[in-house]
């Protein structure tokens, strides 16, 4: 049976937000630190599909336009950077939840060894890079 005392309830709720908070930050906002000259950015998740001709890689990015999404191979590693951003008519607004992170983010992914043609494009949400294989 929960206490009534005011203090103890409260001291609870703080604990359970303090783990919840937590939890989303290991879970969406794996925060890099900044190197000197370059802001602090999260990661945003991904899945990683591979066959026999290409790697597909979906970045969960919701609301960010693909073609602000820069792709970077650089020796081995792909990067995936960019912002996410409220849109114009939300600025103003008065918010009540706020969980989908926002800012600059960075995605670093090692990849195999070989040469690979990049596209992208938006599918459910989620922005798909397709890496083709050269052969």
Known sequence: MPSKDP???MLSEAIDSLARAERLRQQFFN???AAAGQEASWEPPIDVLETDRELLILVALPGVDPDQVETVIDNGILIISGHRTLPPELRSARIHRLE???GRFER???LPAGRYAVSRYEMHGCIALRLAKSL
């Open 31 to 33: 925060l890099r630190t």
């Open 7 to 9: 203090l103890n309830w």
């Open 108 to 110: 670093r992914i090692a």
């Open 100 to 102: 989908l992170p926002q």
